[in-house]
């Protein structure tokens, strides 16, 4: 049986939850950028003001419109500008799981090609994702697209499966009001550290192997429980990356929910399927960021998950905010690094040098690589470049790391920072969040550090990172 969009009011406290308790809740803007080959979806325009339920619940209502009356007619009315699915400024689209599009925006003409490989600003192939979301039933995918100005934005897409040979969906950037909801770290009590974080998830797990599933399941969904204690709530989720339960989250929300597999945090990073990735290998730390509103300015604060496996079907994450900056939640902003760089620069530079490489090969890349005066540092931007085996190859700044192996390495946390930009790059959106000295800047402190890789080939690959925190 395919599971089924969770009512209106439920998915979005649900979504609220999961996201806020493991770290990968917010909105952020990318610069105005991109790649070739992107095909937005969303017919939203910038501003319009359309909220998270809203936009659930009318994909919850066009799936069950279209099992109701069919294939053809749910068409005609998703294409029909004056039809039932023509209000609030969203248009319910239906795609294929060719990726081929049944119907677009109302007024437009039904069929088109393919689009499997389409991608968004950044890479991500959201078609694809979407696809995948919708074979588990229902469920949210991020990406980052071009508005109808022109200017590229976050954007989710809402997706449901109809019948097993296409979904329908809606996408709404996040200029919409109530997309995301900020979490507010722990301003006034006693801030947890990882240690603390990492036991509350492993006590969790222990009492699921203990208790069972369903048990389980029931005292995970109790807000006054064990399991939900101040800013420490656990989640619990299947291999899928559908959530299964959550303290704090509304009533019936332990049954088959809303799948988050595709669903990215502010910075792309694919925070679910890497939290899921490392419950299967036996758990583990994960980084994101979220936002918190200090003084009239959005601050993505970063944020710790911890991750861990009850058994083969279902697995446990708890999040906090990083003690180092919990701060910030108090309105103290002196001691916070703020970014001076764009994600979009980040990526754009990384992809150069990856095609310079191609054009020109190693050797005469590595050495351009090396060079602090080269074509690949640009202000506190720079690329360096490592084997898949974790040897740093080439880095214009860091030079007591050259022939180095640091696939093992770990962060003071604990986090295994190689391995996770690889898993990344491998599975992910090649961006993931380390802490990490300013080697540019011959720094010493521990700063949170935006990462984008990208494979030259299968034998070495090209990152860079932005350090520090984004105010906007």
Not at 146 to 175: C, L, M, R
Not at 285 to 313: F, K, T, W
Not at 316 to 333: E, H, N, T
Request: aromatic share 8%.
């Amino acid at each position: 049986m395919v599971p089924r969009l969770l009512p209106p009011l439920a998915a979005p406290v649900l979504l609220a939850a999961l996201l806020l308790a493991c770290g990968c809740l917010g909105g952020s803007t990318p610069s105005p950028g991109g790649t070739a080959n992107v095909t937005p979806t969303l017919s939203t325009p910038a501003g319009t003001t359309t909220t998270l339920p809203d936009q659930m619940a009318l994909v919850a209502r066009a799936a069950s419109f279209a099992r109701e009356h069919g294939r053809e007619e749910a068409i005609d009315a998703f294409l029909d500008p004056a039809g039932l699915f023509s209000t609030g400024g969203v248009a319910v689209y239906a795609r294929d799981y060719n990726g081929s599009v049944l119907a677009s925006a109302p007024g437009a003409s039904s069929g088109g090609t393919s689009g499997l490989e389409a991608t968004d600003a950044f890479g991500v192939p959201f078609v694809h994702n979407m696809g995948e979301t919708a074979r588990y039933g229902a469920g949210l995918v991020s990406h980052a697209s071009p508005n109808q100005n022109g200017t590229v934005e976050p954007a989710i897409e809402a997706v449901e499966d109809v019948d097993g040979t296409y979904y329908v969906g809606a996408g709404v950037f996040a200029s919409g009001a109530g997309l995301y909801t900020p979490a507010v770290p722990n301003a006034t009590g006693e801030q947890p550290d990882v240690d603390v974080l990492e036991a509350f998830v492993l006590k969790a797990v222990a009492v699921a192997r203990e208790r069972g599933r369903e048990a389980a399941l029931e005292a995970f969904d109790d807000p006054a429980g064990a399991f939900s204690r101040g800013p420490l709530t656990v989640t619990a989720l299947d291999f899928n990356g559908t959530v299964l339960a959550g303290a704090s989250l509304a009533p019936g929300a332990t049954r088959p929910g809303t799948n988050l597999l595709n669903y990215h945090d502010p910075d792309g990073v694919a925070v679910v399927r890497g939290m899921r990735d490392l419950a299967r290998s036996g758990g583990g730390l994960l980084y994101s960021v979220a936002p918190i509103s200090v003084m009239g300015r959005e601050v993505m604060v970063p944020r710790i998950n911890y991750a861990a496996p009850v058994d083969g079907d279902v697995w446990l994450c708890a999040g906090i905010v990083d003690p180092a900056y919990a701060g910030a939640a108090r309105g103290d902003l002196s001691a916070l690094p703020v970014r001076n760089e764009t994600r979009t620069r980040l990526f754009d530079l990384v992809n150069r040098a990856v095609g310079y490489a191609r054009e020109h090969g190693k050797e005469g890349t590595l050495e351009a690589i090396n060079d602090p005066a080269g074509p690949f540092v640009e202000g506190d931007l720079f690329v360096w470049a490592e084997s898949t085996d974790g040897t740093i190859l080439a880095d214009p700044f860091w030079k007591s790391a050259l022939g180095q192996n640091f696939i093992n390495y770990t962060d003071l946390y604990g986090l295994e920072t190689t391995r996770t930009g690889i898993a990344a790059m491998q599975n992910g959106t090649g961006f993931s969040h380390a802490l990490f000295p300013d080697t540019a800047a011959n720094g010493t402190a521990w700063v949170p550090k935006l990462v984008y890789q990208a494979p030259v080939d299968e034998g070495w690959w090209i990152g860079s990172g932005i350090y520090g925190v984004e105010v906007r």
